[in-house]
């Protein structure tokens, strides 16, 4: 089998299977991923962006409010700088962090999404692109947004140099994921309504994050615990 993306261990055990899908988790570090992987194009197909366009996104005003309380949290980190939404979707956080004062961003592979976006908020710059596009523009970033991006992502390396490759020296990045270590995660893990595949194919705990991020030259500078909800969102810091 493949290494282990987080450890390069070649050492795993069966984890849980959902569907006709198997989960393995790593002997070393204790990664949970998805094996045999999915390819790019059958990931890609499992997102239907048809409800998405010109003036249509399903809560508009509810994500809207939802975005611009956690830019309220964050903004201390993007004021008066380039800031970016990777997977921005209908491009409420990218607009929210405009409103609050940065050169604000987004990147998403959604066609919909990106004609809402760029319908709704006209003074944020989008990009409807892959990421190997959009790194070969040789842009980068003084702040990176990420929530719910990189459990979709089947090659979670090329993903990591993505970020780190957009990232200037000293940058921050924050990044959430569904968190497979929380205390709320049921035993039966089949059982938790985000181990989803393969709309979800891997899954971080707090150590497993940790040490990707290490690999790539971001450092964790501060956690946001949910007492009940099974959520990682972390503060990280790009290594000068």
């Known amino acids: 089998m493949d290494a282990c993306p987080i450890c390069d261990g070649v050492q795993t055990a069966f984890y849980a299977r959902q569907d006709e899908y198997d989960f393995v988790a790593c002997r070393s570090c204790g990664f949970v991923f998805l094996f045999p992987m999915p390819d ?24 809207m409010r939802r975005a611009t309380m956690r830019a309220l949290r ?11 939404d990777v997977g921005c979707g209908g491009g409420f956080v990218a607009e929210a962090m405009r409103r609050l004062g940065a050169r604000s961003s987004g ?5 919909g999404s990106i004609a809402y976006a760029r319908d709704a908020f006209s003074k944020v710059r989008f990009y409807e692109e892959t990421f190997e596009t959009f790194l070969a523009r040789g842009e980068s970033f003084d702040f990176i947004h990420s929530s719910e991006v990189i459990e979709h992502i089947g090659d979670v390396k090329s993903y990591m140099t993505f970020l780190a490759g957009i990232a200037r020296p000293g940058a921050k990045l924050f990044l959430t994921t569904p968190d497979i270590a929380h205390p709320t995660v049921p035993d039966d893990v089949t059982d938790w309504d985000m181990f989803s595949p393969p709309r979800h194919v ?10 990707l991020f290490n690999t790539f030259g971001f450092d964790i500078v501060k956690r946001f615990y949910k007492k009940d909800a099974p959520t990682l969102q972390v503060l990280a810091r790009k290594r000068r």
């Open 74 to 84: 964050l903004w201390p980190h993007f004021v008066g700088k380039d800031a970016i």
């Open 202 to 211: 891997q899954f971080f705990s707090e150590a497993t994050l940790t040490r």
């Open 107 to 111: 990147l998403d592979i959604s066609p």
């Open 40 to 63: 790019d194009a059958s990931l890609a197909a499992v997102y239907d962006d048809a409800a998405f366009g010109v003036g249509r996104y399903p809560k508009a005003k509810s994500r």
